[in-house]
């Protein structure tokens, strides 16, 4: 599903654009995917697990635009993504379609300054015209600052995965399950 060009502004003024990837963005958007997995450990990959290839990396764009179970949302400082937020079915069964997956990634140095808030704000609204009664997301259980967004934005834990990411140095991080009722 294709998401219309959003001009915002952030706490620190910074002004952003959100809107969906398009093809021309292929380049960056795998720039942003390379440094967001450099970062830090709470992206599920680390960077060298990153497919550098440009045409795949169209390929999945497309996808996206023409998919209505899914919208990926990503913040661009003028050409570079920076930030990206996606809501995707859980599944297509009917038991399970009222259900959607939530993920959400920034580089570090726009962090602090509202975009995850207004990010997950703008998935809420998407998530609910799409017609999603329930969001889940999966979270690191060290990340104490996305989880306190996550509860900030009404987010509840339900549970917790026992060692569910093991890192290259050997520790193990639980994940916290939450979800969000949409109506």
Known sequence: MKYEAEEI??????????????????????EYIYKIAEETHYMIRYPEEVDDDLEDEKRII???LNDDGSVFLTVFDKDRAVGNVC???NRNNYKLKHRCNFAIALFQEFCGAGLGGILIDRAVKQAKEMGFEQMELGAFADNERALALYKKMGFKEYGRLHK????????????????????
């Open 9 to 30: 502004t952030l706490r620190d003024g910074r002004k952003l654009t959100i809107r969906s990837a398009e093809e021309k963005d292929a380049e960056t958007m795998l």
């Open 164 to 183: 569910a990411f093991k890192l290259k140095d050997g520790r193990y991080i639980d994940e916290v399950c939450m979800v969000k009722e949409l109506n």
């Open 62 to 64: 497309n996808e996206n």
């Open 87 to 89: 809501v995707y079915r």
